[in-house]
């Protein structure tokens, strides 16, 4: 079969950028106000996101150009760098407001969580990859089962416990909401890869048993999600319930059109504007189809990964690019039911918005890899393969899935 590059995703491309010049744009007009406090010509978030911003591009188009065939083999070197700079920023760390998230990098801060979110996509792809349908075998005692059993599901399992080790050191920092994206990411990307129900059933009990013990191990977080339907009261509107009421009083205030650029009063009262709650400026200023048209560059962005994704013949590119998905779309929906107040406040940026130079870095290349993948021939990457027709393994590989029992 001849092989021909194919062209990039122009409307990923085209889709991404806009996302980010919007975001840059909101995170200035969301700064200004406190820059200006102080005595700032340009908020400092602005200019760390315009430098990202053209870094994330630039890395972006690199990366795209670098053949897909290495992805699944750098990816365990990638899983360790990522976890050993997770264990690092605990120890040498930049602390802020008791958690300890950040290397400070001169006028710049990195967040490794933030790149853990796309390791964790390319880890999980290329163990889930490998994967062939569960035999069950036959055992006739509880030694057997063990040895088996239990001793080859584990092995099978290894790529999600690895990630689950990620999220543990996550949690740590303390960062439940990102660690809690990228469990519910790599959990629809089992759901893809074709894990039997009962395996499914199962992860989804331990991990809501492991989320409500975490939820309970810190004071804070059970107050938070307890005293959210009683946010509005006079004790609590003005404390525990103060982020939330502002973010759904801005977007009320936007109506369908907005109240105007810079012209908002959001930006003036929450804490931290340009980050987790810049949707609240968003639709406070642009109003309803400001917000709308934000959330749609990241829906357009997210299906067209989907789209481009269930094309491919490769199992590992085709889970690559759905865990892609996976990842920008439930870190979209929870950032906006959070801004919106259908649930409490939990730090989850909007992708490609909030302020987050390491975040748009990993977004950034995460296109790049996407787009690597498009471009290339659209055949199987396993090596000694022999070359398939594309149109008849695409229907094959949607029908075959791995099942672990």
């Known amino acids: 079969m001849k092989r021909t ?8 491309y085209g889709a991404a950028i806009i996302a980010t010049l919007f975001g840059v744009l909101s995170v200035w007009d969301a700064g200004y106000a406190g820059a200006a406090a ?14 990202f911003a053209v870094l994330g591009v630039i890395f972006g188009i690199g990366i795209s150009k670098v053949s897909p065939k290495v992805w699944p083999k750098w990816a365990g070197w990638a899983m360790l760098a990522s976890v050993l700079m997770l264990v690092a920023v605990l120890f040498v760390g930049n602390t802020i407001n008791g958690a300890t998230r950040w290397f400070k990098l001169g006028p710049f801060s990195f967040q490794p969580s933030e790149l853990a979110k796309l390791v964790c996509v390319m880890y999980l792809s290329a163990g889930l990859a490998k994967l062939e349908p569960w035999k069950q075998p036959k055992i006739k005692n509880w030694a057997q089962r063990l040895d088996r059993v239990w001793l ?10 690895a990630v689950m080790f990620s999220v543990l050191l996550i949690e740590v920092e303390p960062d439940l909401a990102t660690a809690m994206v990228i469990v519910a990411g790599s959990f629809l990307m089992l759901i893809v890869a074709g894990v039997s129900r009962k395996s499914l059933f199962t992860l989804a ?4 048993a492991v989320v409500l013990m975490l939820v309970i191990k ?8 307890t005293n959210h339907t009683s946010r509005w009261s006079e004790n609590k509107i003005e404390s525990i319930g103060f982020q939330t009421t502002q973010s759904e009083t801005a977007l009320a205030s936007g109506g369908v059109i907005g109240v105007g650029l810079g012209q908002g009063r959001a930006k003036h009262t929450l804490p931290e504007p340009t980050t987790d709650f810049i949707l609240s400026t968003i639709g406070e200023e642009m109003g309803l189809l400001g917000s709308l048209f934000a959330i749609a560059l990241l829906a357009t962005i997210s299906w067209r990964l989907y789209a481009q994704g269930m094309t491919r013949v490769s199992r590992y590119e085709r889970l690559f690019m759905m865990g892609m998905a996976c990842w920008i779309s439930v870190q979209t929906v929870a950032n906006v039911i959070m801004a919106n107040g259908s649930v409490a406040a939990m730090g989850v940026p909007l992708p490609f918005f909030s302020a987050g130079g390491s975040s748009l870095l990993a977004l950034w290349m995460g296109i790049g890899m996407a787009q690597s993948i498009i471009t290339s021939p659209n055949i199987r990457l396993e090596e000694g393969a022999e070359p398939v027709n594309p149109e008849k393994a695409v229907i094959s590989a949607r029908t075959r899935a791995a099942s672990i029992r």
């Open 218 to 225: 810190e004071p804070y977080r059970l107050e938070r999600i």
């Open 38 to 51: 102080m005595g700032q010509l340009l908020p400092r978030q602005f200019i760390s996101q315009t430098v």
């Open 205 to 208: 009990a331990l991990g809501g």
């Open 152 to 161: 080859p599901k584990i092995k099978r399992g290894w790529p999600f416990i």
């Open 5 to 12: 590059t194919n062209n990039p995703d122009y409307v990923l």
